[in-house]
């Protein structure tokens, strides 16, 4: 079983920052930062701007909401990826590497989706949509089918124990890996790992 596949979502016909790619400042919107006005301040008064401009107008909100991510995210990414990934509501490519690669390096532990999203500086409902929105999956799915390949893995590569195998990929017992694998792969562990052994042609 692999990983769930990168499914971008499809872009908008109509961009909702197009005001932005025609070239009008945001400046024009929000205005530089004021005399004595630190990156906090500025990030308050951007976020103020963006709810006050909601419901009026909605590309004042999204170039406040632009100037915002940029500010607190300028070391990590640059604004044009940035603005993409806002755009489609789409975790942007560093985000979605921090994300796998974290899950990859702990799947013998618990990982809380709190960590994840802290990772991609995100809060934990947004990280969900974003991260379902990337992968085409939520991320519990995403973890627990990476945990379910790495344990076919094992199963095929090594003569560990099933007990040892669930504990080895982030299940609390045997009887939790079998539960999960049954659902996932349709056969029980043991039954799978037999089938695989006697016919290693077999597709994982």
């Given at each position: 079983m692999t990983s769930a596949a990168f499914v971008p979502a499809p872009q908008r016909a109509t961009p909702p920052l197009a005001?932005?790619?025609?070239?009008?400042?945001?400046?024009?919107f929000t205005g530089p930062a004021k005399d004595g006005e630190n990156s906090t301040a500025l990030l308050s008064r951007l976020l103020s701007d963006?709810?006050?401009?909601f419901d009026r107008d909605q590309d004042v909100a999204r170039a406040s909401?632009?100037?915002a991510v940029a500010l607190l995210d300028a070391q990590q990414v640059r604004p044009a990826a940035r603005l993409k990934a806002l755009d489609l509501g789409v975790l942007a490519p560093w985000?979605?590497?921090?994300?796998?690669?974290y899950i990859e390096a702990h799947l013998d532990t618990p990982i809380p989706i709190e960590e994840l999203a802290a990772l991609a500086r995100?809060?934990?409902?947004?990280?969900?949509r974003a991260f379902k929105a990337t992968f085409g999956c939520a991320p519990q799915t995403f973890i627990q089918d990476r945990r379910i390949s790495q344990a076919q893995t094992l199963m095929l590569t090594t003569d560990e124990p099933l007990c040892s195998v669930a504990l080895a990929c982030g299940f609390s017992d045997q009887a939790h890996l079998s539960r999960i694998f049954r659902r996932l792969a349709?056969?029980?562990?043991?039954?799978?790992?037999?089938?695989?052994?006697?016919?290693?042609?077999l597709d994982a």
């Open positions: 005001v932005l790619a025609m070239g009008i400042s945001d400046r024009s963006a709810f006050d401009a909401l632009f100037r985000q979605a590497k921090k994300a796998v690669a995100l809060s934990r409902s947004y990280f969900s349709g056969d029980s562990p043991h039954a799978w790992r037999r089938a695989r052994l006697a016919a290693p042609h």
